[in-house]
């Protein structure tokens, strides 16, 4: 299984724009990359996943690049309800194939 | 549409006894995977069932069972319980099938295991 690589913490205000950016440099070609969200006490929940170029919802982008060993999860314009645990997974979609997750981004965001 | 969801809410037990968690998918889930969530820590994967069949395991003692019921509904089991196991426990559904999106999961609120 891939390993992955991303900051420990990072500290935004408010409406600013947040690039948390995941290191997966052993990505194999059936890999997806998917990010999750996690807030104290409660369970993860999904925010988006990809497998190149860029993905887009209505939460996040994610951006992927042609040689897939790194993703960025870009959260736009920030407020305090997005201070949480951002997680980086990247494996196969096959069942039975076990989520991997790191100790995963600290976003804080202030006012 | 409900989401996951886990009982009991929170649980106090005693070193040694046994304990059982219970989850229910989201409708039209077959897949339910188990997992263990200690502070500070990412969730740490246990099993995953699908279509009633174990398909996935991770790095945990036989202490820990599960199995999944005909309507996809699951419960764990962990038996002589340990002070280490004390930990947030997270049940998470999914589609697997034909389009396998396995690592889309949806997670419940969990339940909060305390061993004293």
């Known amino acids: 299984l891939a390993k992955t690589t991303q900051p420990i913490s990072m500290d935004s205000y408010e409406g600013q724009e947040v690039n948390i950016t995941c290191s997966?440099?052993?990505?194999?070609?059936?890999?997806?990359?998917?990010w999750y969200q996690q807030f104290p006490s409660q369970g993860p929940r999904f925010i988006i996943q990809g497998y190149k170029t860029k993905v887009t919802n209505e939460?996040?982008?994610?951006?992927?690049?042609?040689?897939?060993?790194?993703?960025?999860?870009?959260?736009?314009?920030?407020?305090?309800?997005d201070t949480a645990v951002y997680y980086c997974l990247v494996g196969d979609n096959q069942a039975g194939t076990a989520l991997i997750f790191g100790k995963g981004t600290t976003l804080s965001v202030s006012s | 549409d409900a989401g996951v969801t886990q009982s009991p809410t929170h649980l106090i037990k005693t070193r040694g006894q046994h304990v059982t968690l219970r989850c229910s998918p989201i409708s039209g889930h077959k897949s339910v995977s188990w997992y263990q969530q200690v502070l500070g820590q990412g969730?740490?994967?246990?099993?995953?069932?699908?279509?009633?069949?174990?398909?996935?395991?991770?790095?945990?003692?036989?202490?820990f069972s599960a199995r999944q019921f005909p309507n996809y509904s699951s419960e764990l089991n962990v038996n002589a319980l340990l002070l280490g196991d004390s930990a947030l426990y997270l049940c998470a559904s999914s589609l697997v099938g034909a389009t396998s999106t396995n690592y889309e999961q949806y997670f419940g609120p969990g339940t909060r295991l305390t061993v004293t």
Do not use: W
């Open chain 1, 24 to 34: 997966h440099n052993n990505i194999a070609t059936n890999d997806y990359i998917t």
């Open chain 1, 59 to 81: 939460v996040a982008s994610l951006f992927i690049p042609a040689d897939r060993k790194s993703s960025t999860l870009s959260l736009p314009r920030v407020s305090l309800s």
């Open chain 2, 43 to 63: 969730p740490q994967f246990i099993f995953q069932y699908y279509e009633k069949e174990e398909r996935g395991r991770g790095n945990f003692p036989d202490r």
